[in-house]
Each structure stands twice: as C-alpha cells, then as structure tokens.
C-alpha cells in the first residue's frame, strides 16, 4: 500500500491511494485519486488498473508503471501519462532514502 501527493506552487493538486494485490493468480496495481478536497476523481467503485506483466531481479513492470530498485536506497518509477493529444509520454519519478 503506498500515499501519493501532488504538490504544485504550494497548492495540494491531488492524492492518490496505491494497492498492490493478487487478482485471478497475478498481481494487480490498483489506484484511486482525490481532488485537494477528498472528492474522489474516479466513481465510487471504480480504480485504476496495472496488470502485472513481468518480475526481474530490480523492476515490477506493470502495464504502464514499472518500479525500478537502483540500490537499497533509491528507486525510480516510470508512468506512461496519456497526452490530450493522443500520445503517451513516459516520466520518470525518482526516489532516495534520507
């Protein structure tokens, strides 16, 4: 389980909730998110999801989320985020222990 908070110009822009669970014998990333005001973004019922699609010895590749261990204290994640125009644009979010 893991919080996301996107932060713009001092301003809460969104909250994110993240599971990992297994789902029909394979693990699915499931999220939902969540206006500054808690208004969730997604239907009651409804979430995000990222079917595993493989396991290695430092990535989880999620279809559209990979999570990638650099050392025992940093790690990148990397988003596919659908563009308005239609294009799909990998970013790269990188994490360190303090």
């Not at 590749?61 to 596919?80: A, L, P, R, S």
């Amino acid at each position: 389980m893991a919080t996301f908070k996107l932060i713009n110009k001092g301003k809460v822009i969104f909250y994110e909730i993240e599971i990992i669970r297994e789902i029909e014998n394979t693990l699915m990333l499931q999220l939902k998110h969540f206006n500054h005001d808690l208004k969730g973004r997604e239907t009651k019922d409804e979430t995000v999801d990222f079917p595993l699609k493989q396991i290695t010895p430092n990535k989880v590749i999620f279809e559209g989320v990979t999570f990638e261990k650099i050392n025992d204290n940093e790690m990148n994640i990397y988003i596919d985020m659908h563009q308005k125009n239609g294009s799909t644009e990998t970013v790269k979010f990188n994490y360190t222990k303090d």
